[in-house]
């Protein structure tokens, strides 16, 4: 059985050859064919694509859900009183804030907007309480903490990871550094 480091490790590559580049269905089998079989036996997989578990010869269903099961809550801390738990949701679920951004900046379909701008596999992270959410931006290849309506507030550039935003190095969309969060990993 493999490792949750080497899990996460194996995870980290797949996201990472998946966000910077259109792969073919021969690629994403070969990537699923190297996994160690007890990594793989539930659902991995896109929407646009169809993989086989290469062990057991079943197509894999259209979801990630299991990887958002594996990625920990955030814990954000600031001295602008935004400090809270975040907490990974699925790439296919968009947020309501970012629902109601594209309402506000003239109707655009959030479905395929947020399509577009995030790579589709990447978790994002929401505060339940006020509805603030934190998501990597494929399009920009930044990380953004936005308010509940959809409004910038901060940014950052991704580390070693692009499941899980950085701890440090947030500026707000003003480019200031004073009162940005800094996340740790609960």
């Known amino acids: 059985m493999a490792s949750m480091s080497m899990q996460r490790g194996i995870l980290i590559t797949i996201v990472a050859i998946l966000a910077h580049s259109k792969p073919t269905l021969a690629l994403l089998n070969i990537i699923t064919s190297a996994l160690p079989s007890p990594f793989l036996p539930t659902p991995l997989a896109t929407s646009s694509v169809v993989l086989v578990d290469s062990s057991t010869k079943r197509t894999l269903a259209p979801t990630i859900s299991p990887l958002v099961d594996s990625i920990p809550s955030i814990k954000l801390s ?3 009183k ?54 990597y931006n494929a399009y920009e290849s930044k990380w953004f903490l936005e308010n509940s309506s959809g ?11 692009l499941l899980l935003p950085p701890m440090r190095g947030w500026v707000s ?14």
């Not at 309501?96 to 992270?125: D, Q, R």
């Not at 969309?173 to 609960?186: D, H, K, L, M, N």
């Open 78 to 80: 600031s001295s602008t």
């Open 82 to 135: 935004i400090d809270s738990i975040y907490t990974p949701r699925d790439a296919k679920k968009i947020p309501s804030g970012f629902v109601h951004m594209c309402a506000k900046i003239g109707g655009y379909a959030p479905g395929p907007l947020w399509e577009s701008t995030t790579n589709g596999l990447t978790p994002w992270f929401e505060n339940e309480g006020d509805g603030t959410y934190i998501y």
């Open 151 to 161: 409004a910038g507030l901060y940014l950052a550039s991704p580390n070693d990871s």
């Open 173 to 186: 969309v003003q480019g200031q550094r004073e009162g940005a969060p800094r996340i740790s990993f609960t």
